[in-house]
């Protein structure tokens, strides 16, 4: 796969496939850059951390639910119908509202038009592909449906081993430097397991029969993210389970929670940055993730760690990326 920048990236052929493209080639974390670049490295995580991204929407959804949410861990320690319902609330409301109003402000009011969307095209209505022959209802059906009951089993699982010390936990006043760290830590856990679990699913029997769910939506919107098969959202939230090994706090748990269910809303949006009155307002879409859903056998993982790289299967979005990609899908395919 390409590893450097074309010579006339904004004019080459790959830029008249999309309504927009990122005026640069996909960058990916250079933590793992060699030789080391403190200062790129401090711009990388600046721009994740102190701008409205989706690691700070997420992080500012966690601390609502801990404060105002959040059933008491007293409460469970046994198995009861009330914090069990409420654990389920706390993720169908928060998924609804953001993946909602995304979905309202980019498609429905069209409230920045087709400025910064990745796809020219609308999203699917009409096409026996879909569940209900429509994207939408598609994937809020998979979304609400299958993703949203197979995290809250798992939550009840380890909200329960929580409240019974069953698992290592910490606390802020005790360890302020690990909880600190941990929360750094989850996004790039998250990409880890993410990798060689889309990986996984990429073989044949799995595509066919599980992933291929997901891969309906070559154009994406925000209810794209985690409209997901049942079998794949068991292996993808199995993620959550490193909390019963790492000690964490039920703050690293939400956080970690809200990034694997949200974040997906936001970098499946099909707008690379969501614009409101002509200012840009924060960052969305992921086109790194686009070219995967367009062109499906290249970057598998995300750009936190950069595994399609060492593998060979990076796409950096300009038109020579596409030839290989191409040329990779045919020899996988033909062997």
């Given at each position: ?5 074309t ?6 052929g790959?830029a008249a ?5 990122p005026?640069?080639?996909v ?13 790129a490295?401090?711009n ?11 690691l700070?929407?997420c992080?500012?959804i966690a601390?609502i639910?801990?404060l105002w ?15 069990m319902f409420?654990?389920?609330l706390?993720?169908m409301?928060a998924?609804?509202?953001?993946a909602?109003?995304?979905?309202w402000w980019l498609?429905?009011r069209?409230?920045?038009?087709m ?6 095209r ?10 209900f ?9 998979w ?8 995290a809250?089993?798992y ?6 081993a ?5 698992v ?12 600190i760290?941990w929360?750094?830590f ?6 880890l ?11 044949p ?12 939506n070559?154009n ?11 079998f794949e ?12 090994i ?7 748990l939400l956080?970690?929670t809200?990034?694997q269910?949200i ?8 707008f690379e940055k969501?614009?409101?009155?002509d200012?840009?307002?924060a960052?969305?879409g992921?086109?790194?993730?686009q070219l ?15 595994f399609?790289k060492?593998f060979g ?10 030839i290989?990609?191409?040329a990779?899908k045919?020899?996988?395919y033909?062997?």
């Open positions: 796969m390409p590893t450097d920048v010579n006339d990236f904004a004019a080459d790959e496939r999309w309504n927009y493209r005026p640069q080639p960058a990916l974390n250079p933590l793992f850059a060699w030789p080391p670049n403190p200062r490295v401090w990388w995580y600046r721009g994740a951390w102190l701008q409205l991204t989706s700070v929407v992080m500012a601390a639910a801990y949410a959040l059933p008491p861990l007293e409460q469970m320690k046994t198995f009861q119908a009330g914090w409420r654990i389920w706390m993720n409301v998924q609804t509202v953001v909602g109003g995304l979905h498609y429905i069209k409230g920045q038009g400025t910064k969307k990745f796809d020219r609308d999203l699917s209505r009409g096409n026996g592909t879909f569940t022959s429509n994207q939408v209802w598609d994937n809020i059906w979304t609400l449906g299958s993703a949203m009951t197979v809250t089993v939550h009840w699982i380890i909200w329960w929580m409240a019974n010390a069953y290592p936990t910490v606390t802020f006043a005790d360890s302020p430097i690990w909880c760290a929360m750094f989850i996004p790039m856990w998250s990409g397991h993410f990798y060689w679990v889309h990986r996984l699913e990429h073989s029997r799995l595509y066919k029969h599980v992933h291929a769910v997901h891969h309906r070559v994406t919107g925000p209810w794209s993210g985690i409209s997901n098969h049942w959202n068991i292996l993808y939230f199995a993620t959550y389970f490193i909390h019963l790492v000690p964490s706090h039920p703050m690293h956080f970690h809200y990034f269910q974040s997906p809303v936001l970098s499946h949006s099909g969501l614009v409101v009155t200012n840009e307002v960052r969305t992921d086109f790194f993730h995967h859903h367009r062109y499906f056998e290249c970057n598998y993982g995300t750009s936190e760690i950069p399609d060492w299967t990076y796409h950096d979005g300009s038109e020579a990326g596409t290989q990609t191409r990779h045919k020899q996988m033909t062997k």
